[in-house]
């Protein structure tokens, strides 16, 4: 009996030297900046910090964007554990199996990935897009026994609108008191903290925490009012060019703003639903809070040529440089399109692309028309595109399902980062055509070749009826059929240009 009362004895003293305590962060509650992921974004809840460096912490689910690092830290105690709640499941589009690193681990058929640890602050890395529905931090607070001073979040600074103001001490069965003013000025009075307050204007706080006829160290911070700001739209897809048609969407990083756009600078309709484009257009863009406006930004959409040129890398027959059994980078040209493999094999049915290491590499160059779409499939379940991220995120968007990945855009390279090891068994890049003229200029008498026969017939056009002249007889492209054009198709024909 004796022994019994002992061991619970020690346990209610471990239990009183230290508590576990949980910080929820919700997508609808707590909101970084960003609404695409293609920047650093931070949200702080009760001490505790999460960072991306390609992350949007303001969209409808927290994204982390391929290739990207997210980072929790804490101020308020080491972090134990974090539960990840994601969109997809394991092996799904961003699931939780998106994220590695030490620490992490998640299982098949499930939403959650946990991190379990001892640490001030972590970090993970990103395979593929995650997006999060969920993220629950698990604090082992230490509970303090002495008195010290409380703690204001946020701790002073600029704010702009309404200020939700906090107080905390870890020091067990203290009361806190707050005052407007600092402790060595004038001051009507002190108010005993029971619950947050809220500040409106430029303010000055001092607080303190007290115990036993004790009282701690004053504490003083300032909020600063600044004019309120509204943060432009952002397009996605930015400026770019597209080959059949695409949907803009439009988003504001500043909370509550509404969204307008205009397809001539003039005439603005508000934001509800994506924008289909088709042809050629600039849109303008603003976002308004009252009667705070934005700035006015715009993205240019090009439609490029309807015909297209299809170059398709296949490993039985395409095998350039490459050699199966052995680790080297190779290289594989289709004219125009030079295939670039920094670390990689090439076996019998399939480009084996080694990752990440300081020689992996993945690079896809143009000598000709633009690239604008590269389809990359697998046949196995895990070394997928989904391994794969952009280097460049403004170069293009590159989306990943299943086994399948698709980059579309317009540029003369496109390189991507290899995250992991990744097995392709079908490589097929799109070139932008060319618009066909639909003839020959300067085959006058449409015998299918431009030859001095043709400069006899333009004569004797101008001489009888100028009118009667086929469109091959504008020669010079100006809209007329005249002696210059005589004259630019003699000298064609002389040159050879």
């Not at 980072?71 to 105690?77: D, M, Q």
């Not at 398709?312 to 980078?329: C, L, M, V, W, Y």
Request: net charge negative.
């Amino acid at each position: 009996m004796k022994k019994l009362f002992s061991l619970l004895f020690v346990a209610l003293l471990a239990m009183s030297a230290w508590a576990d305590t949980t910080v929820t962060f919700i997508p609808d509650e707590t909101k970084g900046k960003n609404t695409s992921a293609n920047a650093v974004d931070e949200m702080v809840l009760d001490g505790v910090t999460i960072s991306g460096t390609k992350a949007a912490l303001a969209a409808s689910t927290y994204r982390f964007a391929a290739g990207s690092k997210a980072t929790v830290s804490s101020t308020v105690g080491n972090i134990k554990k974090v539960e990840f709640t994601c969109e997809g499941t394991y092996s799904q589009s961003y699931g939780p199996d998106q994220f590695y690193g030490d620490g992490y681990t998640c299982q098949s058929g499930s939403k959650v990935g946990i991190w379990q640890g001892d640490t001030a602050s972590f970090s993970l890395n990103t395979a593929s897009q995650v997006r999060c529905t969920r993220i629950v931090v698990t604090i082992a607070q230490d509970v303090v026994e002495e008195l010290v001073p409380p703690v204001f979040t946020p701790n002073g600074g600029d704010f702009s609108g309404s200020l939700e103001v906090k107080l905390t001490c870890p020091t067990v069965n203290c009361d806190i008191f707050y005052f407007e003013g600092e402790p060595d000025g004038d001051w009507a009075g002190y108010t005993h903290y029971s619950s947050p307050f809220y500040v409106t204007e430029t303010k000055t706080y001092t607080a303190y925490s007290s115990k036993g006829g004790e009282i701690s160290d004053y504490v003083t911070v300032t909020f600063t009012l600044v004019e309120p700001t509204v943060e432009a739209p952002v397009f996605t897809p930015a400026s770019c060019s597209f080959s059949d048609q695409l949907e803009v969407t439009l988003a504001c990083a500043t909370p509550n703003a509404k969204i307008y756009y205009s397809l001539d600078n003039e005439l603005w309709s508000q934001y509800v639903d994506p924008i289909p484009v088709t042809d050629d257009i600039t849109i303008w863009a603003k976002a308004m809070v009252g009667d705070v406006e934005s700035e006015v930004v715009s993205a240019t959409y090009t439609k490029l040529p309807a015909t297209t040129t299809i170059v398709t890398f296949d490993p039985a027959i395409d095998k350039g440089n490459g050699e199966q059994a052995n680790r080297h980078s190779y290289t594989v040209v289709k004219e125009p399109v030079t295939m670039y493999v920094g670390d990689g094999t090439i076996y019998s049915d399939n480009y084996r692309v080694y990752g990440p290491n300081d020689s992996s590499a993945f690079v896809f160059t143009s000598t000709g028309a633009p690239i604008i779409k590269i389809e990359l499939s697998s046949g196995t379940a895990s070394q997928t595109p989904s391994n794969l991220s952009l280097l460049d995120s403004e170069n293009g968007t590159y989306t990943t399902s299943g086994k399948e990945g698709t980059w579309e855009g317009s540029a003369q390279e496109v390189a991507f980062k290899v995250n992991a090891q990744v097995r392709l068994y079908s490589v097929i890049v799109t070139l932008a055509g060319q618009d066909e003229p639909g003839y020959l200029r300067g085959d006058v008498n449409h015998d299918g070749f431009v030859t001095i026969a043709d400069v006899t017939m333009l004569i004797d056009y101008l001489l009888t009826d100028v009118t009667l002249a086929p469109a091959e007889a504008d020669f010079s492209e100006d809209g007329l059929v005249s002696i210059k054009d005589v004259t630019d198709l003699v000298d064609y024909l002389l040159s050879g240009e």
